[in-house]
């Protein structure tokens, strides 16, 4: 996202070399990232987290309205609309993390440990909506996650990554699995 600088290579996105770009300009370009500690604003209400998503569509995209589809994905943000963000659980302040970063039509959307402190049921949801917005959305997910489990049912390639290397990669299947094993237990 442009919050640490690249210390070699290059990123590129649609076509375009994006290592030196600010982060709302990478946020304007469809790239939508949701840290690990969610950092909702805690003051405002779901509504207003939710709609502050929509910054970086151009003005003209912005609806000033909840998409009916976050909805459907977390029902229960629905229901607090006009609550705090600070005043709900981690489990709906990560769920209200997720949708907001939908609220911009991202192409691609970076998610940092979405699944980690949060209820088993919780979960499961998340799971479910990173396959549905990637299968049938069409938005690319790249998912950081230490449970191996969680990575595995939400993803199609996978990478093992130690201190900034890749040090083993596979396709989400059984052979794989077997293999990534090794690194756990080292």
Same mark, same amino acid.
């Given at each position: 996202? !442009?919050?640490?600088?690249?210390?070699?290579?290059?990123?590129?996105?649609?076509?375009?070399?994006?290592?030196?770009?600010?982060? %709302?300009?990478? /946020?304007?370009?469809?790239?939508?990232?949701?840290?690990? !500690?969610? @950092?909702?604003?805690?003051?405002?209400?779901?509504?207003?987290?939710?709609?502050?998503? %929509? $910054?970086?569509?151009?003005?003209?995209?912005?609806? !000033?309205?909840?998409?009916?589809?976050?909805?459907?994905?977390?029902?229960?943000?629905?229901?607090?609309?006009?609550?705090?963000?600070?005043?709900?659980?981690?489990?709906?302040?990560?769920?209200? /993390?997720? /949708?907001?970063?939908?609220?911009?039509?991202?192409?691609? *959307?970076?998610?940092? %440990?979405?699944?980690?402190?949060?209820?088993?049921? *919780?979960? $499961?949801?998340?799971?479910?909506?990173?396959? $549905?917005?990637?299968?049938?959305?069409?938005?690319?997910?790249?998912?950081? $996650?230490?449970?191996?489990?969680? /990575?595995?049912?939400?993803?199609?390639?996978?990478?093992?990554?130690?201190? !900034?290397?890749?040090? @083993? @990669?596979?396709?989400?299947? %059984?052979?794989?699995?077997?293999?990534?094993?090794?690194?756990?237990?080292?």
């Amino acid at each position: 996202m !442009g919050l640490l600088p690249a210390k070699q290579g290059d990123i590129c996105f649609k076509q375009t070399f994006i290592q030196n770009e600010k982060a %709302e300009k990478r /946020a304007r370009m469809g790239i939508a990232y949701v840290p690990q !500690g969610r @950092d909702i604003f805690a003051s405002l209400t779901v509504r207003e987290n939710l709609l502050l998503g %929509e $910054e970086p569509l151009p003005k003209k995209k912005r609806t !000033g309205q909840v998409k009916e589809e976050i909805f459907q994905w977390f029902p229960v943000l629905k229901e607090m609309l006009d609550r705090k963000g600070g005043d709900l659980s981690g489990g709906q302040q990560q769920q209200l /993390a997720i /949708a907001r970063a939908l609220m911009g039509n991202p192409k691609i *959307i970076l998610l940092d %440990e979405p699944m980690e402190g949060v209820q088993p049921s *919780i979960v $499961e949801l998340i799971r479910q909506v990173i396959i $549905e917005i990637s299968r049938k959305n069409d938005i690319s997910v790249m998912l950081v $996650e230490h449970s191996l489990e969680n /990575a595995f049912t939400c993803a199609d390639h996978l990478y093992v990554i130690d201190r !900034g290397t890749v040090i @083993d @990669d596979g396709k989400a299947d %059984e052979e794989t699995a077997r293999r990534f094993e090794r690194h756990l237990t080292v």
